[in-house]
């Protein structure tokens, strides 16, 4: 069981939003703004999405968004593409000292119907 | 360019300890803030952090693995170094090593390794 809670799985026909919820605890996600998104393809390492709650790397489609309220972090996905099809995986620092230094959601399946 | 890639064995028996390196390019573990992390995903199942080791020989473990894990460093060569002790099936997973890019995230992360374990 992950220390990180997200939906299994979502879906959403192109062009429209779609969002992942990532609930968390108050001494993780609730507790700190360093809360990240990894999208994740078959076979593929997964590739930073999104890092402290809201925040894009270089390169990222600004179709990707994230926010927090209290201990749940969210990921939107705007006018879904077909290739937006993944894993998506919330993480976040803890300080709780029986789950470490970084802390991962169980992972949530987009499909784009 | 940042890289990373993960090497070592594809199949360890029960018991065994594993050894794999993460050769990187593109930066230095010398150069204050930076540090390298290990991740692992089983089959069909979620990331699950295992270490990271920062600049300065700080280290930080998954404290539910502590006691099996030891990460180190060789600067000179671009490498580190993680080490699980006494290998059970279950830890058959795809290991990843990966950048720290900032405070608490993986910004750069190799192919992965696929490890089983397996009598």
């Known amino acids: 069981q992950s220390a990180l809670t997200q939906p299994a799985s979502v879906s959403g026909s192109p062009g429209q939003s779609i969002t992942i919820s990532c609930t968390g605890t108050?001494?993780?996600?609730?507790?700190?703004?360093?809360v990240s998104w990894y999208q994740q393809h078959p076979g593929k390492a997964p590739k930073l999405m999104i890092y402290?709650?809201?925040n894009r790397p270089s390169g990222v489609s600004n179709r990707f968004s994230g926010s927090k309220s209290g201990n749940t972090a969210s990921l939107t996905i705007s006018g879904l593409q077909a290739e937006d099809e993944a894993d998506y995986y919330c993480?976040?620092?803890?300080?709780?000292?029986?789950?470490?230094?970084?802390?991962f959601g169980g992972g949530t399946k987009l499909t784009v119907l | 360019q940042i890289t990373l890639k993960e090497s070592g064995p594809t199949l360890v028996k029960p018991t065994q300890t594993l050894t794999l390196t993460c050769t990187f390019s593109?930066?230095?573990?010398?150069?204050?803030?930076?540090?390298v992390g290990w991740i692992r995903q089983p089959p069909g199942k979620a990331l699950e952090w295992l270490a990271l080791i920062y600049w300065d020989d700080d280290k930080r473990y998954s404290p539910s693995l502590k006691s099996r894990l030891t990460i180190t460093k060789d600067t000179s060569k671009n490498q580190v170094v993680l080490t699980m002790t006494n290998m059970d099936p279950v830890d058959t997973a795809t290991y990843y090593c990966?950048?720290?890019?900032?405070?608490?995230?993986?910004?750069?992360w190799g192919q992965g390794t696929l490890v089983t374990v397996s009598s």
């Open positions: 402290e709650v809201s």
């Open positions: 990966a950048h720290r890019g900032g405070i608490h995230v993986f910004d750069y």
């Open positions: 593109g930066f230095s573990l010398s150069t204050s803030g930076v540090g």
């Open positions: 993480s976040s620092y803890t300080s709780s000292s029986t789950l470490g230094y970084v802390v």
């Open positions: 108050s001494s993780d996600v609730g507790g700190y703004n360093y």
